[in-house]
């Protein structure tokens, strides 16, 4: 892919999702999943099919997004809460620079909650975050307060209601209908305000807009007409490997968050209902966004990326949520649409990584990208070899080496390894980890593994060998300690 020539600043619309997998969406061959408007996106631009998230969680997923840095420069290499945030290049900041309106509505993850980030103006839903919800949080940090969803729905419900009334928590497989009505769902939310902002902005400015949603993260609570269109239909079960864990399952299985998702087989299949519901309400408002956009006259000089923070694993291998090196989790969509010169419906199967839209979007805005980020702009032919990424966690932290072709896994409690071809087992049915013929790939990438760590403070390495046991962090040590 050559540079390609901007003749002048276009708009910019950044729809962002959480949770949700690169695969989940008809263009990218899923069996059950409906999202015509995402697949329409995806037929006017470039859809990238290997794009990862070098940290599959939402913190630090976010955190490559609008620092365009590896999770070792911007440190957070798991998930911690109330960390601050304090960073001297951000997305939305390069973007005001160079002259955007910028606006961003729904989930930003940060701390403060209400940290800009380099933003005009922030509407914020995070979703339900436990850690700005106990007793102890200050009056302004306390999520009824700081965050504009939840405290728009309260005028619209009265002040004993809350986005808990479904009964379903937030990590949770279990999954229902949405109680109220449509319009009072967080996803249609974000949609109105979004459009909302477009009759508003300054009209003699560029202007950046970043939708972003909450789902299909869990609670799994689209409304009633998106269940219906799963309900009654047969879908594919999920993925199993020849090396998944029946024993973690089965001890796991009965808790409502467990990372193993339930071991009972039809509360899954009403997961998979619930969350591919979720892709299909998403996708519908992404549709109705786009409709006002082209009502605001703006559509055909706006450029659109749509990506996610990190995927969902729904059972696939006996597993459910994300922070694993699995495809379900770190594997995510990304399109790039309305770009001049880009080729219409193509594809490219270059490595991306949620740090490579920072630099994307400031090249889009006619800025100059920073020196000091890691991430590179999709308006090349840039390529890497292999992506580095990793997320801590007790047994579950691990490490992972993936490249176009396969992947590498250690995992740094146990030692662990694993190996998957990914060219020929796209699933990762079967752990190649023991396979002679491929032992001097495996030692080639575990190579790798051990010279992105090297110096690492974890002492994961002592640049020879890769060293199990050692203590794990979330946050490296030169962020500040948690408020």
Known sequence: ?????????????????????????????????????????????????????????????????????????HGRVGYQDRVAWDYPVTMAGELSKNGYYTQCVGKMHVHPLRNLMGFHNIELHDGYLHAYRNGNVPYAENQKIADDYFYWLKTQLGIDRDVTDCGLECNSFTARPWMYEERLHPTNWVTDR?????????????????????????????????????????????????????????????????????????????????????????????????????????????????????????????????????????????????????????????????????????????????????????????????????????????QYIVTEHDKYCWFMESGREQYFRLDSDPQELHDAIGDPECRERIEYLRGILIKELAGREEGYTDGVRLIPGRPQRSCLSFLPPRS
């Open 1 to 73: 892919m050559q540079k390609q020539s901007i003749p002048r600043k276009p708009n910019i619309l950044l729809i962002m999702t959480d949770q949700m997998r690169g695969d989940c969406m008809g263009i990218a061959g899923h069996p059950n999943v409906k999202t015509p408007y995402l697949d329409h996106l995806a037929s006017t631009g470039v859809l990238y099919t290997n794009a990862y998230t070098a940290c599959p969680s939402c913190i630090p997923a976010r955190c490559a997004l609008h620092t365009g840095l590896k999770q070792e420069n």
């Open 194 to 398: 979004s459009i909302d902002f477009l009759r508003r902005r300054d009209r003699s400015m560029p202007f950046f807009l970043m939708a972003s949603y909450l789902r299909p993260h869990p609670p799994f609570d689209a409304p009633e007409a998106f269940f219906d269109l799963y309900r009654h239909r047969e879908l594919t079960p999920p993925a199993i490997g020849d090396w998944a864990d029946r024993e973690r399952l089965q001890r796991l299985g009965r808790l409502t968050d467990a990372d193993t998702g339930s071991v009972d087989p039809e509360l899954m299949r009403q997961a998979r209902i619930g969350y591919y519901a979720c892709i299909s309400h998403l996708d519908n408002q992404i549709g109705r966004l786009l409709d006002a956009l082209k009502d605001d006259g703006r559509y055909q000089d706006t450029v659109i990326l749509f990506t996610s923070d990190h995927g969902e694993l729904l059972g696939d291998h006996y597993t459910f949520r994300k922070t694993r090196p699995y495809q379900g989790s770190i594997h995510i969509p990304l399109i790039l649409s309305g770009v001049p010169g880009m080729e219409r419906g193509s594809r490219c199967s270059r490595l991306a990584e949620l740090r490579d839209i920072l630099p994307t979007l400031t090249e889009l805005a006619g800025g100059e990208i920073p020196e000091s980020i890691d991430g590179m702009s999709l308006l090349h032919d840039n390529s890497r070899e292999y992506l580095h990424g990793e997320h801590s966690g007790g047994d579950l932290g691990n």
